[in-house]
């Protein structure tokens, strides 16, 4: 769904029964639900699931297990349980393609020591797949989309153009090399950066998926009541991604997200910023990296301890006073 589709749908929805329990619940944009269970514990609850990305099954469930893992990581919250959510054309598919895509999911969760309780699996036209998680951290650690701060850098802990990547790949114009980075990509877990962020301590993180950089730094700064400033030179893009976007591959997705960024004025660019970077940074992405607001005293510290975990972070950007009006985001070259 794009995001000014979601935006429009989330807006018409009747408020939850009040409960001072929940902690984070539809009000939010945070990346995940929190139920506080008593003093030392918060439930942290998610689900995401989507069509297939590569077009082998196994890796297929390797992707969606990371990406569904990843909203509990972005929260700063450890993930216990997950759930499979499958379709699948019984009629048109042989079960090995369905074995295939459980066996990878089954093996990110062990990476990641999450048990898996069960699941549901429907007959579809098309396959889908992906996981209901379950997790849970201390309400002091709790880390939130809308904690950042003017003075704040930006951290970004994995490369974009994962979307342009695999809209390549359907298209046959990714080598088998390129298709083994990317799908690296997406299988890596958030796992590190998140435990490194909680331990040094940072104001701000959310994952960076369908909506692109741009989408979830704009929730980021909109919850804020910041302005994000982000360097384009700076933003980490894998090598392949430039090229396919240099030709106009793009997923319908990221089109989407960046005309509607535009037309709600959410983002500004500079003049030097060219249309294929600028749908880069809007790339619609599946399991992408943590967009991270960090005191900038920290920074060094943050960044190295990441590397050390074999993270690769970059700091891709600051916080800035939010302008009134003004945009949401600011791109400079």
Do not use: W
């Not at 535009?262 to 983002?267: A, G, H, W």
């Amino acid at each position: 769904m794009s995001l000014k589709a979601l935006v429009q749908v989330l807006h018409r929805l009747p408020p939850s029964a009040p409960d001072d329990d929940v902690l984070l619940g539809l009000d939010t944009p945070d990346d995940a639900g929190v139920y506080l269970l008593d003093s030392e514990r918060a439930l942290v609850q998610t689900v995401d699931y989507f069509t297939p990305v590569v077009d082998d099954p196994v890796e297929f469930g390797r992707v969606a297990a990371a990406n569904a893992l990843s909203d509990i990581y972005a929260m700063g919250a450890t993930p216990l349980t997950a759930l499979n959510l499958a379709g699948f054309p019984e009629d048109d598919l042989p079960l090995s393609v369905l074995h295939g895509i459980l066996q990878g999911s089954s093996e990110i969760l062990q990476e990641a020591g999450v048990h898996l309780l069960g699941g549901h699996t429907i007959d579809d036209a098309e396959p889908k797949f992906g996981l209901a998680v379950t997790g849970i951290v201390h309400p002091d650690c709790l880390v939130r989309i809308n904690g950042a701060v003017p003075g704040d850098v930006l951290i970004l802990t994995k490369p974009l153009g994962v979307g342009v990547m695999t809209t390549g790949i359907k298209r046959g114009l990714v080598s088998e090399e390129g298709i083994r980075r990317v799908v690296e990509v997406m299988t890596a877990l958030n796992r590190e950066a998140s435990e490194v962020m909680v331990a040094v301590g940072v104001h701000a993180a959310t994952d960076v998926t369908g909506f692109g950089l741009l989408g979830h730094g704009t929730e980021m700064a909109d919850a804020s009541g910041c302005s994000l400033e982000i360097y384009d030179g700076q933003v980490p893009i894998l090598d392949d991604a430039v090229a396919l976007a240099e030709e106009g591959i793009f997923p319908g997705g990221t089109r989407s997200n960046l005309a509607y960024l535009e037309e709600e004025n959410k983002v500004v660019f500079s003049d030097g910023v060219p249309q294929y970077r600028r749908l880069l940074l809007a790339d619609a992405i599946t399991s992408g990296g943590l967009l991270i607001a960090c005191p900038a005293e920290k920074s060094d510290e943050l960044i190295t301890q990441m590397k050390g975990a074999g993270v690769q972070a970059a700091l891709i950007g600051r916080v800035s006073e939010r302008l009134d009006p003004g945009p949401s985001i600011r791109v400079l070259q």
